[in-house]
Nanobody
């Protein structure tokens, strides 16, 4: 059983940057993949980015490619999401997720992940 704790959300203006963090606590199991998902009001939860912890391989949703960067921290089982050029449509609750061995074809499927954080709110507003 592990607990994922996100931090770094907030209120920003369009074009601003924000960096989210996610740390895993109390782990007796080591994840292979960690990812970020987001959910806007009235919408389904959607994939944002994933990273394979062993080799740093990443994947991104088309909507954030070139603007967001997922990375590993120096501490084990810690990841970040650097969000640049934020847009109104990036407003959502951002969730950190952790999973075991996931088939790459299912990396964007939320059901592939075993553990979830409580989320952190990101609001982009002028």
């Amino acid at each position: 059983q592990i607990q994922l704790v996100e931090a770094g959300g907030g209120l920003v203006q369009p074009g601003d940057s924000l960096k989210l963090s996610c740390a895993a606590y109390g782990r007796t199991w080591s994840p292979y993949f960690m990812a970020w998902f987001r959910q806007a009001p009235g919408k389904e939860r959607e994939f944002v980015a994933s990273i394979r912890l062993s080799n740093g391989n990443t994947d991104y949703a088309n909507s954030v490619t070139g603007r967001f960067t997922i990375s590993r921290g120096s501490a084990e089982d810690t990841i970040f999401l650097l969000m640049n050029s934020l847009k109104f449509e990036d407003t959502a609750v951002y969730y950190c997720a952790a999973g075991g061995l996931i088939d790459w074809a299912r990396i964007k499927d939320s059901s592939s992940y075993d553990y979830w954080g409580r989320g952190t709110q990101v609001t982009v507003s002028s």
